[in-house]
């Protein structure tokens, strides 16, 4: 219970629930001094004692000259950072930790207030013993935001009943080199299927009662180069069109209350220092009414890394000016320096008072200021935040986002043969699992006290399945040593059948081949991969070639004689399981690629989104044709298309080219049969081309989806109604506009393989169209009679 306060509480009407937020948040601010107000605008980053008896500092393995903890809450506290995240604790004693810090928070306060807690959650909680799941690529490649908004819900209910109230997640950049290690932290290539999937994330966190963070606006993923934290070249239009629509989409349709600020410079311009683009855009146009945190030490790097700032109390009123209301993860800038440039007219106190109101709103609507708020989770007793719902969440979106991309029958592998298990991530657990996962994440730094969960391996899960299964890793994933691919050779060249897997680890900074930090130069495959991979496909043994990535690998014309490539990206903690389904024929394979796979593994990696001289040209000798296109993905039966037709409000198929009003919806229609022997999910895709346009337009562009489960002989209609917003760009006044004209709609298995073309003419005049668009494409699916299936 709330511990007895200073100030008269029984007469403090930001306590009244009777009063909306905003009306507590104002009676409260006028009565703090200014340290008390800033002391609410920053964060300290502790750990939770493992003893469950109160904070453990780990500040200073991040910063130095840090006051003692009774110092840093003596006016209060905006948040605590990763009590659970920054080493390994039980989580009951942890959530314990916890409490009997925020009562140290609140006794300090003469107002009470606890600190609001938050924690990364991009895998799911990122805290010792949690479940890990799949990561953001592979909610992408399963096509499938139900399945996301479920985990979502279990990751945010994990993360309340340990006593924490704000996530770090949905990342909702969209990728624009693969090169860049963040890679794996994106949902894909495209707006519209980072931005569906990313609102059902947020919708499923919200729910729950956790503040979702949308990161990271805006612009990261597009770096030049694909390094991290490198300049950005991105003009507006980019920016406006690719870039900024999925936030758009996770604010509108998800509910997001916080967004966290992009470590990027566009243009010259940091994010953290922008003010048309956290205030002008986000606030004034957009309306959004959350917080905005600062990424890591971003106001700090506004002198440091961008040297736009003389020093930490310039950087901070930078930041300010610009939008942003916390500082994380610890006190700096908004430290004593902001106190003293205040006090002395170098920083406006009403910026103070701006952010603290934000943050004050967010901390009443999410309870912290109620009466009846306890430091203690109810039930703490018995947390678990591994348990058998969420592990069946964890598999089932793990099995939806395998992709096959080729098969010449070799799969599902033949039940008795001799199998060979070949490659360095085929018995490593950690070969699951992203960068911002727990294990990889902290307990890398720890591992005397192990991974705190059952992660099998690829070979623990195809040894259950397949009897006659040997093992050779050939190589590691790193390093130039050979030695171990003669072993390879030989085991591939005695079997009926080679799987190969090959692929990543994920760590941070230079620790792995891919996530924060751990940027490419090119994408061929790590260490002396590619070299096993010639060796083995050389037996002449038919290789089923497995791809466990945080991103896209060249493929090229070498690879070809694969009999069978898989693509998987970090399946989380039951991926092994995931893998082994699927290999073994027990789960018919669904996921669609979110990124395109490249053919070459040099030059500068482009996505599916290019204009038509981004595509392969007579005026260039290279050709950016990838081996396999945004949207591809094979199954183990058969699905014909058929009947694709533009459906007027009559219901009547109207002459071509069809009329579509700017201002009004199309409705497209195509029927979908399984005609193979078995059960299995078609994704239904359907994009936009525009043949003639005032500025340079993607030839396709995705704009409509949905996963469709057939049984065998079973067939649908699958109707789409687009309104006419989704064909808005950004046109030659810098405004969004629809633009009257010739278009198609195609019907696509992949952005590269049109089943069907549906010509329509945009009438009326031409229309502006803003923030308030529509941004979703309806999906009706209409089931028939089954048809009798061939003997």
Known sequence: MRSQLPVDSDAAPWRDPRLSPTERAEALLPLMTLEEKIAQLVGVWVGADASGEGVAPHQSDMVSELPPWSTVIQYGLGQLTRPFGTAPVDPVLGARSLAASQAQIVAASRFGIPAQVHEECLTGFAAWKATVYPTPLSWGASFDPELVEVMADRIGRSMRAAGVHQGLAPVLDVTRDYRWGRTEETIGEDPYLVGTTGAAYVRGLEGAGVVAT?????????????????????????????????????????????????????????????????????????????????????????????????????????????????????????????????????????????????????????????????????????????????????????????????????????????????????????????????????GINHSEHGLGLEIPSLRDELARRVPLLTHEPGCAITGEDTSGIPAAVAAAAAADVCVLAVGDRAGMFGRGTSGEGCDAVDLRLPGVQADLVRAVLATGTPVVLVLMTGRPYALGSEFDTAAAVVQAFFLGQLGGQALAEVLTGAVNPSGRLPVSVPRDAGGLPSTYLAPPLGRRTKVSSVDPTPAYPFGHGLSYTTFEWSDAAVIDPSGETPDAPAAWPVDGEVRVRITVANTGDRAGTEVVQLYLHDPVAQTTRPVVRLVGYTRLPLEPGERAHVTFGVPADLASFTGLSGRRIVEPGEVELRFGRSSGDAVATLPLRLTGAERQVGHQRDLLTSVRVEPLVAVPHPA
């Open 214 to 442: 949308l990161k990271h606006f805006a612009g990261y993923s597009a770096s030049r180069g694909g390094r991290n934290h490198a300049p950005v070249p991105m003009g507006r239009r980019e920016l406006t069109d690719v870039i900024l629509p999925p936030f758009e989409m996770a604010l509108r349709l998800g509910g997001a209350r916080s967004v966290m600020n992009s470590y990027a410079e566009i243009d010259g311009l940091p994010v953290a220092a922008d003010e048309a683009l956290l205030t002008g855009l986000l606030r004034d146009e957009w309306g959004f009414t959350g917080i905005v945190v600062a990424d890591y030490f971003a106001v700090r790097f506004l002198q440091t890394l961008h040297c736009v700032a003389a020093d930490a109390a310039d950087a901070a009123g930078l930041a300010l000016r610009a939008g942003i209301d916390v500082e994380l993860p610890t006190v700096d800038t908004f430290g004593a320096a902001l106190v003293e440039a205040v006090r002395s007219g170098d920083v406006d106190e009403a910026l103070i008072d701006r952010a603290l109101r934000r943050v004050l709103i967010q901390k009443i609507e999410i309870g912290l200021l109620d009466e009846d708020w306890r430091e203690l989770p109810d039930d703490v007793a018995h947390l678990r935040l591994d348990d058998e719902v969420s592990q069946d969440v964890a598999v089932r979106l793990a099995r939806e986002s395998v992709v096959l991309l080729r098969n010449s029958g070799v799969l599902p592998l033949p039940a008795g043969g001799r199998v060979a298990l070949v490659g360095p991530v085929a018995d490593d657990p950690m070969a699951m699992l992203g960068c911002y996962s727990f294990p990889n994440h902290v």
